[in-house]
């Protein structure tokens, strides 16, 4: 009971004194904002590399080439490269003055490392749909932008839908890299309270159970719209 | 008769693998050409170059007297004009029969959406399956598939119909009844080019046969010729393996 009563304490000190859960909220609230806003610049440079990527496959366009190769290269070095070293980098580089927003510098950062897995995962779900239905819909007369939207994307959506939740889980997670370059978010503000309380574990546990919290609950959205999706097709 | 299309010298080759090899034919309006050979020997290729989905390496393809394998030229509206059926059937597995039918003529604005319900229960009365409109593909069985892929070629009103070995997924004893469909459409006069292994079709729709063998068209004639009197050594050792 002496050892439960210590870890109790521990944690009502990392909790109640000097109203140190607004510190969490507070981080919560940052990371949060910097997540919601690195999925929509994820979801915007994913979607834009992937249209270069998917239609360099029939285009003969020169423009179209160079874009594909930057795009392969942009894809290549996010993929191999820690997202700690890249997000040096781009602070270091781009947002030197110090009145930066850090919800900007944040989303900018985690965006453009979720671009290259969203690009992927939307290209991946497009090539899985096989080539007979562009052929079905171009042999019909359709041109090969109707093709691709009234034909293969609603298809390619179903196989896309999971894995970008998936992706979107594990960004959430990863923006706790940016405490790094001093963003306040979630993880940073329990490393606040630990420096305070002198003891850093019930801080950082704390911190893991919100992190989970939002996982948990984000994954059983995504279960539910597939579910919802689920029942409107047949195969 | 008038030649509907025609090709020239064509050529076609896979990087270093040449496929066709310079054919160069007519097809009539109205004419139903059959398209045999050994697998491998180009007949898929040559038809799929008929309507561009393979880009010949060399040689035309003509249209109407029009070059279509050119810069420039609307791919799409000549493929409007030439239906096109499957080995795989590649219906659309997300929409139900009747979105399968009409999606290409309401979406190209050849009819209203009204007006191709209409025409798609005109077409599935026709294929024998008009109470499938509501179904989806995944519900049905090879044949019925195979059927609808022929509903949904022809909603287009097209002048010309390719089919691309439509039978040779089908478990046998659904052959029959797209075969019949086939035979149907011929009768009413349609330009058909069909690559099969059906002989017992090729003999008795086909207008002319011809037997594509490495790249080239070894031998054409009409069936009774063809099958009755073959000259190519080649010929006579396929049709003695099929027959």
């Known amino acids: 009971m002496n050892w439960l009563s210590t870890v109790g304490e521990a944690f009502y000190n990392a909790w109640v004194p000097e109203k140190r859960y607004l510190a969490y909220l507070s981080g919560l609230r940052m990371t949060l904002l910097i997540s919601f806003f690195a999925v929509l610049i994820g979801i ?13 496959r029939h285009s003969k366009s020169p423009v179209i080439k160079v874009l594909n190769q930057v795009a392969r290269l942009y894809v290549t070095v996010i993929r191999g490269t820690p997202m700690i070293v890249q997000i040096l980098i781009i602070y270091n580089l781009i947002f030197t003055s110090p009145s930066t927003n850090p919800v900007i510098v944040g989303a900018v950062c985690c965006g453009i490392n979720s671009g290259a897995y969203v690009a992927e995962i939307i290209r991946a779900g497009i090539e899985s749909i096989p080539i007979g239905q562009m ?14 939207s009234t034909i293969i994307l609603p298809q390619a959506i179903r196989n896309i839908l999971p894995a970008l939740g998936n992706e979107f889980i594990s960004l959430i997670k990863e923006t706790s890299v940016i405490s790094i370059i001093a963003v ?6 329990a490393g606040y309270v630990g420096s305070r309380t002198w003891d850093v574990i019930p801080p950082y546990v704390i911190a893991a159970l919100f992190y989970l919290a939002m996982t948990l609950g984000l994954s059983k959205a995504l279960g539910t719209v597939e579910k919802r999706m689920a029942k409107g097709q047949r195969k | 008769m008038s030649t509907l299309i025609e090709t020239r010298n064509l050529k076609k080759a896979f990087g270093d693998h040449v496929v066709l090899n310079g054919i160069s034919q007519h097809i009539e309006k109205g004419e139903k050409v059959v398209i045999i ?3 491998g020997s180009g007949k898929s290729t040559f038809l799929r170059c008929l309507n561009l989905l393979e880009e010949p390496t060399s040689g035309d393809v003509i249209f109407e007297g029009k070059k279509i394998n050119a810069p420039k030229v609307n791919i799409d509206a000549i493929r409007q004009r030439m239906g096109m059926v499957f080995q795989q059937f590649n219906l659309f597995p997300m929409k139900t029969v009747r979105q399968n039918i009409t999606l290409a003529p309401v979406k190209l604005k050849k009819m209203t959406q009204d007006e191709a319900d209409v025409k798609a229960e005109e077409l599935l009365k026709r294929i024998g399956l008009p109470d499938k409109a509501d179904a989806y593909p995944g519900e049905l069985s090879g044949g019925q598939q195979q059927r609808i892929a022929i509903a949904r070629a022809l909603a287009m009103n097209p002048d010309m119909m390719l089919f691309d ?13 797209v075969l019949a469909i086939m035979k149907e459409l011929a009768e009413d006069g349609m330009t058909m080019a ?24 070894a ?12 000259q190519n050594p080649r010929l006579k050792d396929f049709l003695s393996k099929v027959l």
């Open chain 2, 194 to 217: 069909v690559v099969t292994h059906e002989m017992g079709f090729a003999r008795e729709v086909g207008s002319r046969v011809l037997f594509i063998d490495q790249g080239i068209v």
């Open chain 1, 184 to 189: 306040n978010d979630l993880t940073k503000m």
């Open chain 1, 44 to 56: 915007l440079i994913g979607v834009l590399i992937a249209v270069v990527r998917v239609s360099s």
């Open chain 1, 135 to 148: 052929e079905a819909g171009r042999s019909l007369g359709l041109s090969y932008h109707t093709t691709m």
């Open chain 2, 37 to 39: 050979g050994p697998s």
């Open chain 2, 165 to 177: 070995e439509p039978t040779s997924a089908l478990d046998p004893e659904m052959v029959g009844e």
């Open chain 2, 219 to 230: 031998e054409e004639n009409t069936p009774d010729e063809f099958f009755g009197d073959p």
